[in-house]
């Protein structure tokens, strides 16, 4: 299971210089690449600027990764293994 997250600034907040339906269009093609066997369970993004609320999903926050990790029951507690990149 793949959860994929990023923080897509450049969508809204460098002049323009992507749209949601660019952004759309790059994550459709991830799921060929990665095929059956890792399928995408969910996929989080925001383009939040540099002013955004600390507990926003903008990096440095850690907001996005435990949304994810509650929607997706995933156990994020110290020791546990995990593949988090």
């Not at 323009?16 to 459709?28: H, L, R």
């Not at 991830?30 to 996929?43: E, R, S």
């Given at each position: 299971?793949?959860?994929?997250?990023?923080?897509y600034?450049?969508i809204?907040?460098?002049?323009g210089y992507?749209?949601?339906?660019?952004?759309?269009?790059?994550?459709?093609?991830?799921?060929?690449?990665?095929?059956?066997?890792?399928?995408i369970?969910?996929?989080?993004?925001?383009s939040?600027?540099?002013?955004?609320?600390?507990?926003s999903?903008?990096?440095?926050?850690?907001a996005?990764?435990?949304t994810?990790?509650q929607?997706?029951n995933?156990?994020?507690?110290?020791?546990?293994?995990?593949?988090?990149?």
């Amino acid at each position: 299971m793949l959860a994929v997250s990023g923080d897509y600034k450049p969508i809204e907040h460098c002049a323009g210089y992507f749209s949601w339906d660019d952004y759309e269009q790059v994550t459709d093609r991830l799921h060929p690449i990665f095929g059956p066997d890792v399928p995408i369970a969910a996929n989080y993004a925001n383009s939040h600027g540099p002013n955004a609320p600390s507990r926003s999903w903008c990096k440095t926050s850690p907001a996005m990764l435990l949304t994810a990790a509650q929607n997706l029951n995933l156990d994020l507690s110290p020791g546990r293994k995990t593949n988090i990149r």
